[in-house]
């Protein structure tokens, strides 16, 4: 394969991240994927000497770069709703995302019957629209028992999860506890602080939250 090749297969190369950055349903991994895509097709036009297309593309670099670091110094106004598992409005959200919650969360199945015995139930939502769902059965030691912990696409930078388990620890909940498989929504476990000890995902709210 001759340079020519390569130069080639790094220009299609940007150009595939750039495409595959509109078809994210978070504006964060948007950004990001379409910032990188925005670097490569930049140095593929300064190599074949592209001008215009270089200027042009990192002008799209600097864009993105700018409304990544407004989306992180800025806080989202959330507010939380504490209800039962049996509320319409719940069971609502449960349904419309049913697909969705099924490939993070493999074992909860809303038409099972999975939340009978949970006790605890909390709405997020953001600009008066829901965001997150959090299911669980608190116990009178404070722990939770999570059954569900789910953020809707548009809202899988964390901040849905940072913010609940930070009015969490304000109500007395002093350690969540994820018995269930985790499957793909581990990663997220990971980010969140969780530790497995014995099969069981946990985390202590004492800690500071930062």
Known sequence: MDIHMIVELVGYFGSALVLLSFLMTSVVKLRIINMAGGVICTIYSLVIHAYPTAIMNTCLVLINFYYLMRIRKTERAYDVIEGTPEESMLRYFVKRYAADIQKYFPDFNASAKTMEGCNAAYIVCHDDAPTGILIGNRRADGELDVILDYSTPAYRDCSVGKY?????????????????????HESYLQTMGFVKEDGTYVKELDQNEN
């Open 164 to 184: 609940l388990y930070s009015r969490l620890k304000e109500q007395g909940i002093r350690k969540l506890s994820f018995t269930e498989t985790p499957g793909p």
